[in-house]
């Protein structure tokens, strides 16, 4: 197993990277739309991981590999951004790029029911890690913005438990450019059917409020963290990969706060609190 604190210095990486995809996507969104940013998002994800894998990982993959990907990349990398950006249209960055971290509770949840076992720590620290969350968003009443949230958090949860699942030979960027392109072929099938048009001139493209969210969420948020994350996922276990992005919300409502002005509310700082102990627990637990 991977040592407790190289797993950390992951998690706060990919926290640090993941929590700023919120309300960097946010700025785009409302330039051109959930659909077309996703879409070149996607498409930058696919050119730079291609050029990665062809200059660095030249072993030809096996069929079988290939077709595991499918289905972690449906889930990852097509169902989970494309819910995060569309909840964005109902709902603030702030309370979005919190109550998905929902996720971890559902992971526990899962784990339990595949691995048929009672584990009261596990539940105890799910419990304790949704009061965070709710605690933290404050939510009096739930919109379309937040059921699209809990729906992305419990497709994550899925896809975690998928990655550990279904074993593969792939390097790991191969891996995750196999799930790239799974989703970027979906929408790629989709795209005809859809209301709304992909097509931007370039000069509405180049600008910085598009291109710099464009390229952020399509490398360092569709490279790089998942990288990490499948990495993390193999050596450390999809549970406790799945509390370690806790970190991210704090991250990401500070960011938050930062550029779009969002305020931070006493709710929050006990959420941060009960988060933060819910990952140590976890932690703990994974150590002894």
Excluded at 47 to 76: A, E, H, Y
Excluded at 142 to 160: H, K, R
Excluded at 245 to 258: E, K, Q
């Amino acid at each position: 197993m991977i040592k407790n604190r190289k797993l950390i210095l992951f998690s706060l990486f990919i926290a640090l990277l993941w929590g700023g995809g919120f309300p960097i996507s946010k700025v785009a969104i409302e330039e051109i739309g959930v659909w077309p940013f996703r879409f070149y998002a996607n498409l930058t994800s696919v050119v730079s991981l291609l050029i990665v894998v062809t200059l660095f990982f030249r072993r030809r993959p096996q069929l079988n590999d290939i077709l595991s990907c499918i289905p972690l990349g449906i889930f990852n990398l097509f169902l989970v951004p494309l819910l995060n950006n569309l909840a964005l249209n109902y709902t603030d960055a702030a309370k979005a790029s919190v109550l998905v971290y929902t996720m971890p509770a559902f992971t526990s949840l899962i784990h339990l029911i595949v691995s048929r076992e009672l584990n009261a720590r596990y539940i105890f620290v799910a419990i304790l890690s949704c009061i965070g969350v709710l605690t933290f968003t404050a939510i009096k009443k739930m919109t379309t913005g937040e059921y699209i949230i809990l729906l992305s958090a419990f497709v994550w949860a899925i896809g975690t438990i998928l990655s550990e699942k279904i074993p593969t030979t792939l390097d790991l960027f191969s891996k995750v450019l196999y799930q790239n392109i799974t989703s970027f072929s979906l929408m790629l099938i989709i795209t005809p059917f859809m209301p709304v048009s992909i097509y931007y001139p370039l000069s509405t493209l180049c600008e910085p409020a598009v291109l710099f969210p464009v390229l952020y969420m399509g490398i360092a948020s569709g490279v790089i963290v998942y990288v990490l994350w499948f990495y993390m996922i193999e050596h450390g276990g999809s549970v406790l990969t799945a509390y370690s992005v806790l970190l991210s919300p704090i991250i990401s409502v500070c960011l938050s706060r930062v550029f779009l002005k969002e305020n931070i509310t006493l709710n929050m700082l006990v959420g941060m609190m009960l988060i933060l102990s819910s990952v140590f627990i976890a932690f703990k637990y994974k150590n002894k």
